[in-house]
């Protein structure tokens, strides 16, 4: 296994711990000279906060880490290609690099939709990108938590319409 994989797995235990409170289960951790310094998970339900992404929560507690918003010779793994709220700040923050696990065609901005971490548009800095690093697993852990909450959504429609025929039938 790869260092990019062993980090990466590190990533969806992150990932987990988003699922387990009912989040989109994305992680993130972040690596400076082969260590682990920041760990984020999906808090935008739990904390009531759109931007509490993996991402922008594993980026502020890198920073404290490092005692610097500057964080240079650090490499960001996150399960899913960042959004463009969280590929801005990556700009800002200057990692050496991120790797993802699974692409976000409609959405990412590391060049499925868009790609802000290259030199095109010229922003103050460039990351190196790496997708895919274990991107089936990853895939996996999104496909099973949005299977799961639709089966619970049908079943909340199934409950409601159980309800509206036993109070129509009173």
Same mark, same amino acid.
């Given at each position: ?8 797995? @590190? +990533?969806?235990?992150? !990932? =987990?711990? *988003? ?9 993130? $951790?972040? %690596? ?24 922008? @929560? +594993?980026?502020?507690? !890198? =920073?404290? *880490? ?9 490499? $960001?793994? %996150? ?29 990412? !901005? ?61």
């Amino acid at each position: 296994m790869t260092e990019d994989e062993q980090f990466m797995l @590190l +990533a969806m235990r992150e !990932a =987990e711990k *988003a699922r387990e409170a009912d989040e989109v289960p994305c992680g993130c $951790v972040v %690596v400076k000279e082969g260590r682990v310094i920041a760990r984020g998970w999906n808090q935008v339900e739990t904390l009531k906060d759109a931007t509490a992404h993996a991402e922008m @929560l +594993a980026l502020t507690a !890198a =920073e404290a *880490a490092v005692g610097d918003w500057r964080l240079e010779g650090c490499t $960001v793994y %996150v399960t899913k290609e960042p959004c463009p709220m969280c590929a801005g700040a990556l700009v800002h923050c200057r990692p050496d690099r991120v790797v993802f696990g699974i692409p976000d065609p409609k959405g990412g !901005a590391c060049g499925g939709w868009i790609n802000l971490l290259d030199s095109n548009p010229p922003l103050n800095h460039k990351c190196e990108v790496q997708g895919g690093v274990l991107g089936d697993a990853c895939l996996e852990q999104f496909q099973a938590f949005f299977r799961a909450a639709r089966a619970a959504a049908k079943e909340r429609k199934r409950r409601m319409r159980e309800e509206e025929q036993d109070a129509s039938a009173d």
